[in-house]
Nanobody, 124 residues
Framework: QVQLVASGGGLVQAGDSLRLSCAAASGRTFNSYAGAWFRQAPKKEHEFVAAINWNGTFTLYAEFAQGRFAISRDDAKSTMYLQIDNLKPEDTAVYFC????????????????WGRGTQVTVSS
């Protein structure tokens, strides 16, 4: 079982950038797992943001995330990242990371292992 710890969120101003991190806890690794980021804004459903395949050769983005978001991974550190540039108030949400050994894509139920989430709040 893989435990994930998401971090890097915070209160920022519109136009700022953030890099969210998702690390495997307790010395575990997810080197052979695909990973993804989802977000949940207040009073809204979880929303797919981006995914990366097991070795980082393929990435997938939600339409709103293309151009401002970048997903990446560093398997030597067992860490996955989400770079968000030019943050907007509508990006305010709790961001969750997830990984799975068998699934790569935008479907939330495809991922078995989840982090607790990190809050991103963007003020205008």
């Amino acid at each position: 079982q893989v435990q994930l710890v998401a971090s890097g969120g915070g209160l920022v101003q519109a136009g700022d950038s953030l890099r969210l991190s998702c690390a495997a806890a307790s010395g575990r690794t997810f080197n052979s797992y695909a990973g993804a980021w989802f977000r949940q804004a207040p009073k809204k459903e979880h929303e797919f943001v981006a995914a990366i395949n097991w070795n980082g050769t393929f990435t997938l983005y939600a339409e709103f995330a293309q151009g401002r978001f970048a997903i990446s991974r560093d398997d030597a550190k067992s860490t996955m990242y989400l770079q968000i540039d030019n943050l907007k108030p509508e990006d305010t949400a709790v961001y969750f990371c997830a990984v799975d050994v068998n699934y790569y894509g935008p479907i939330i139920t495809g991922y078995d292992y989840w982090g607790r989430g990190t809050q991103v709040t963007v003020s205008s």
